[in-house]
């Protein structure tokens, strides 16, 4: 082999060598470039999901928050209308319960509570019956019917009688007002389902 030969044998094998680490160096990077782009895909695709899961979370949040504005609203709205409509009821109630006490049933009735009061007393010495002021006109009249005598009370309590067993600490109290007053306290609208 001739000196040019061997030169150009080395020159090529030199070259073949360079090309061959070459293409392990291009190989070798492309590789690492690939991985990289494979690792920002996926830290890409998490942070994506994530964020995707932030947010629908904080559009749910948001969703519930508004609904339940909205319900606190309602209820709001909903208990101011039953409160308007339960006065305006009871007001009703009051208006009847005056119409009732200008019938003759009413004395009935007041009658029919003094002589209860006077039998669970045992007598008339062991009980004071009170009536109300607006009775005053029927105090002879009721006297009369029962035997007692009946004590206009300082107190408004609408009608009825109210009565009281000194000796045994005990009220006996049929006045209207306690006894709208009581069911006012106790009443709520119930839904169509049987709930408030």
């Known amino acids: 082999m001739t000196l040019e030969e061997k030169i150009a044998h080395l020159q090529a094998s030199s070259m073949e060598n360079a090309r061959a680490e070459s293409n392990a160096i291009i190989d070798s990077h492309r590789d690492a470039l690939e ?66 006490m200008k019938t003759e049933a009413y004395e009935d009735l007041l009658i029919q509570w003094i002589k209860q009061a006077l039998e669970f007393a045992g007598g008339t010495e062991n009980v004071i019956i009170y009536i109300n ?27 009825g009688i109210r009565a009281v067993i000194h000796d045994r600490n005990i009220l006996i109290d049929h006045s209207f007002k306690t006894n709208i007053d009581d069911e006012y306290a106790k009443f709520i609208f119930l839904g169509g389902d049987g709930r408030e």
Do not use: C, W
């Not at 709205?77 to 409509?85: D, M, N, P």
């Open 35 to 100: 991985k990289l782009y494979q690792d920002h895909k996926e830290e890409a695709l998490r942070q994506s999901e994530t964020r995707i899961k932030s947010e629908t979370i904080k559009a749910k949040q948001d969703l519930n928050k508004a609904m339940a504005k909205t319900q606190l609203e309602i209820k709001r709205k909903q208990g101011t209308v039953q409160q308007e409509l339960k006065d305006k009821l009871f007001k009703e109630v009051y208006n009847l319960t005056d119409n009732f």
């Open 133 to 159: 002021p607006s009775d005053e006109p029927r105090q002879s009249d009721l006297r009369d019917a029962t035997g007692v005598n009946l004590i206009i009370s300082r107190e408004e309590f609408i009608g």
